[in-house]
Each structure stands twice: as C-alpha cells, then as structure tokens.
C-alpha cells in the first residue's frame, strides 16, 4: 500500500521535473536564436530598416488600443469610418509604395512595358492567391465581425480570431521589407509611415472584435496591441528574400501589393459597409487615400 503511493506521488514530481527541463531547453534555444538573428540582421543595413520599420508599425497598433481603456468604446459609425481610412491608406500604399515601383524595377531589369506589366499583374494574383489559399485552407475566424458568444466554442472561436489577426498583418509586414529592400528610402519610409497610420486604428479595431466574442476588456486590448508584432517578422523574411535575390524584387513587390488588395477587397471594405454605414465608410476611405498619396508624394 505504501510503495504503491510513493510510486503514485513520485510520477507526477518526475513528470513536473521533466517539464521543467523541457520549458528551460525551450526557453534558451529560444534565446540563442534571437541571439543568433539578431547578430544576423544587425550585419545587414537593409534588414535593420525592416526591422525598425516593422517595429514601428507594431508599435502603432499597440497604440491604437489605449483608447479601449481609458474610454468607452467608439460607436459603430466612428468604427465603420475608421475601417475604410485604414482601407484607403492600404489602397494607396499598394498603388503608390508597391505597384508603380514594381513597374519602375522590372523596366530597369531589361523588361519593356509588356513586360513589366505582365511581370507586376502576375504577381499581384500570386500574392492575392496566396492569401485566399491560405483563408480557405486554414480554419480561422474572419478577422472582423462578429462571431457570437456561444460559450461551448468560444474558446475555439478566440483562438480563431487571434490566428485571423495575424493572417491579416502578414501583408503589410511583407509590403514593408519589400519596399526597404527596394532601395528607395523615402518611399520605403512613406510607405512605413502610411501602414503606421493604418495601424493605429487597426489596433482598435482588433481589441474591439476580440471583445465582442466574449473576451475581457485587457485580454482584448493586450492581444490587439500583440497582434502587430508579426509585422516586423514578416518585414525582416521580405527583405531578407530579396537581398539575396535582386531580379525577384518587381516580383516581390507586386506580390505584397496582391495580399493587400485581397485583404482590403475581402475583409475591410465588406465589413466598413455591413452595418449601413457605407458613406461615412467611404469618406474614411477616401481621406485614407489621399492622405497616403500626399505621404508618399512628398516623402518620395
């Protein structure tokens, strides 16, 4: 009887021992590879723009969820024209930050105007493509509207959205390495500037759908603040795919430029209009494309 409880009290001690071993080897390979793409990126000049570009767009959307808690939160309608200036300004950065230089490197690449043009078109369905292979492929939420509070899925549903946020982010981390990887500074800088913008009310955005499935207010706003940081990720793999590979950058670009548009047209828009809100929406949208073009413009 008292051999067969020791027996029973020492599996779960060796069990919780062999946890703990297997968190700590987890947690420091996890701090060699920061350390090792770190010292990686910090030997590339281009990846450190992407990275910090990145970073800063990450920061923003971490910005946009303060309001969620020092405040009420926005009305539909205030929420319906933020969606479509996030929307114009993604719209603008993609023809101003992504399609038209991806037309300009291919002509410098040898390719007449057929063949930019065909270059740029081939690459914005493949990055549309992708996007809308991967949303029909992996189960997800849509990352706006909402998704009820049922409470025998509602954390199956939470996870959904999370993985729907960051499916969402990729693009515009991916707009941004590509465009630090094109050599413009000031139109990489107008187009990480405009995303920032963008990213800000996104952020609101993001904590406001997650609290609407039945998550607490800081839960919302801490995941929605964390939904950015897969921007500076995606922008270091952008860039680093085309520094070590120059004759893909119209191809790049215009793939970046493809996964927005599909994000926008897909997600954004139809959700700014579903609540009947379509003029302020478009106003917002608008405002956002113009406000973008100005940036990029006078930046470049």
Known sequence: MHSSLRKNGSRPAASLGLRSVAYAVTVAASLFLLNEAWRWIARQPTLRIALASGAIAAFATALGVVPMLVTRAPGRRIHDTLLGFGAGVMLAATCFSLIIPALASAQEQGHGPWGAAMITGGGILLGA??????????????????????????????????????????????????????????????????????????????????????????KSALLGAASGLVEPVAAVLGAAVLIYSQPMLPWGLAFAAGAMLFVVSHEVIPESHRQGH??????????GFVLMMMLDTALA
């Open 278 to 287: 379509e003029l302020f929406a478009t106003t917002g949208l608008l405002v």
């Open 129 to 218: 493509a992708c996007l809308m292979l991967l949303e029909r492929t992996l189960p997800h939420q849509h990352f706006f509207g909402g998704a009820g509070t049922e409470s025998a899925q509602r954390i199956r549903r939470l996870w959904l959205f999370v993985f729907a946020i960051v499916l969402h982010n990729i693009p515009e981390g991916l707009a941004i390495g590509v465009s630090a990887a094109g050599n413009d500074a000031a139109r990489a800088a107008a187009l990480a500037t405009g995303i920032a913008i963008q990213d800000v009310p996104e952020g609101l955005v993001v904590a406001l759908a997650l609290s609407s499935v039945g998550m607490g207010k800081w």
